[in-house]
């Protein structure tokens, strides 16, 4: 089956590090989704793309949090600097148009 | 904006029972409906789904309802079994045109 691929799966870093998530979409997939998943908050779209322009970002601290499409098989989120609360696990999907959400299987960010 | 509700937020039932997770959303303008299975440690997977053109849809041992009028659609799943255990999230978008906003998600636990 056609998965999404995300790295790292784990990730610990000391606040004031910068965080770079990659996540690789299923080939012919033009739609790109970052949720982030906390247990107070449930799924929260951060940001996404449609043939890799950026639709929607009003979901992310714009002064941290930066996503990119450099290019179609590849997709990133950045934070930068990192603070305790945005401990969470990340989740990149892909989809053909606004159907059928393939999620990867996350990255687990901790910051302490 | 778009507001998904689930409820109930935890659900028990033993092995060979039925489970019903219920959902309401805001937008009428909402007309996709997704449901989402999350297992420990994964992404969440895509179950079933329905649009607003019909009002009832069935795959095996699982089927959603929805009922446009009263803004609300509902998870049916028959004969449970400990493999149905994990967290299930209901969603809602407007003709896959707007990224899905999510529930808050039900942990269901099957009891053998």
């Known amino acids: 089956d056609a998965r999404v691929t995300q790295t790292p799966r784990h990730k610990v870093t000391e606040m004031g590090q910068e965080v770079t998530m990659r996540c690789q979409p299923i080939?012919?997939?033009?739609?790109v989704f970052w949720y982030r998943q906390t247990m107070m908050q449930g799924l929260e779209l951060l940001a996404y793309?449609?043939?890799?322009?950026?639709?929607?970002d009003s979901g992310m601290p714009k002064d941290r949090f930066s996503a990119e499409m450099p290019d179609a098989t590849l997709a990133t989120l950045k934070i930068q600097p990192s603070e305790p609360r945005d401990s969470a696990v990340y989740f990149c999907a892909s989809a053909a148009g606004g159907y059928g959400y393939t999620f990867g299987s996350g990255t687990r960010l901790t910051v302490v | 904006g778009e507001n998904v509700e689930q409820h109930p937020s935890t659900l028990s039932v033993q092995e060979g029972d039925s489970a019903v997770i219920k959902c309401t959303y805001s937008d009428s303008a909402s007309n996709y409906f997704p449901w989402y299975k999350q297992e420990l440690g994964k992404g969440p997977q895509l179950i079933i789904d329905?649009?607003?053109?019909?009002g009832e849809k069935k795959d095996q041992r699982i089927a959603v309802t929805l009922n446009k009028t009263a803004k609300h659609f509902s998870l049916h799943i028959t004969e449970t079994q400990p493999e149905d255990s994990a967290v299930y999230f209901c969603a809602a978008s407007y003709s896959g045109n707007t990224p899905l906003v999510f529930g808050k998600g039900t942990r269901l636990s099957v009891i053998a």
């Open positions: 793309f449609r043939n890799r322009a950026p639709l929607d």
């Open positions: 080939l012919g997939h033009n739609t």
């Open positions: 329905i649009r607003s053109n019909v």
